[in-house]
């Protein structure tokens, strides 16, 4: 079974200060992370994923994760956040064992920045 | 745009009733997948197909059932719906069924469906 796990429900940051959203997983097999940013009535927008290689990955608006598998971690960050950046931002795992697309997701954590 | 397309964007319907959610996805995509977004529940995966084959199942009740067409377009058929069943139901779509290229799943803006 996989599971994701956002520890936080809710980050808030001011604007121009850096931003890290936490997020780890539990999978058998190898992972696919995948982070995801819903702004209010809106579907979920894709942001970045991991598959293999560099634990660096850069993604859009800005927003890099780092791939950490000793800690099985994927954390977002971003070095300046924006107020548009205020938004639910979703973790999600699958796994090489399992279907591509049956993605586990986090709870969610809402990102509040002031400016 | 993610190029996922999904009818209608809101839905009130009565208990009991049947409604059935379309879903476009992008050129070419092959795959499409189901998912709902509840409060309590969060966000979970329901069923996907890969061309017109149902390929992996998730949480998905009896009541729900889903195919994907041979132009690639895919509906979720809902019946003898319940309160509880009120939610945002997601369609994406992907090129492949596999992760092979890490091809990435793209999401719709989502149906709100909400049961009276």
């Known amino acids: 079974a996989q599971s994701v796990a956002q520890p936080e429900d809710q980050v808030n940051v001011a604007e121009g200060n850096p931003l890290t959203v936490k997020c780890t997983y539990s999978?058998?097999?190898?992972?696919?992370l995948f982070w995801y940013v819903q702004y209010p009535n809106r579907g979920l927008q894709f942001l970045l994923k991991y598959i293999t290689g560099d634990n660096l990955v850069k993604g859009s608006y800005g927003f890099e994760a780092e791939f950490n598998k000793s800690q099985t971690s994927f954390h977002l960050k971003k070095p300046s956040a924006l107020v548009s950046d205020s938004a639910l931002y979703f973790c999600a795992v699958t796994a090489t064992t399992d279907s591509w697309g049956k993605l586990q997701f986090g709870a969610g954590t809402q990102v509040v920045v002031t400016p | 745009d993610s190029g996922v397309t999904q009818t209608p964007k809101h839905l009130i319907t009565a208990t009991g009733q049947r409604v059935t959610l379309r879903c476009s996805p992008r050129s070419g995509d092959l795959s499409v997948y189901w998912y709902q977004q509840s409060l309590d529940q969060g966000l979970q995966f329901l069923i996907q197909?890969?061309?017109?084959?149902?390929?992996a199942k998730g949480n998905i009740l009896e009541r729900f059932s889903a195919q994907q067409f041979p132009d690639l377009h895919s509906e979720l058929n809902l019946s003898s719906l319940e309160l509880g069943d009120s939610a945002l139901y997601f369609c994406?779509?992907?090129?492949?069924?596999?992760?092979?290229?890490?091809?990435?799943?793209?999401f719709g803006e989502g149906s709100w469906l909400t049961v009276v």
């Open positions: 994406a779509s992907s090129a492949s069924r596999t992760g092979h290229s890490g091809n990435t799943i793209y």
């Open positions: 197909y890969y061309n017109g084959e149902e390929r």
């Open positions: 999978v058998s097999g190898n992972p696919y």
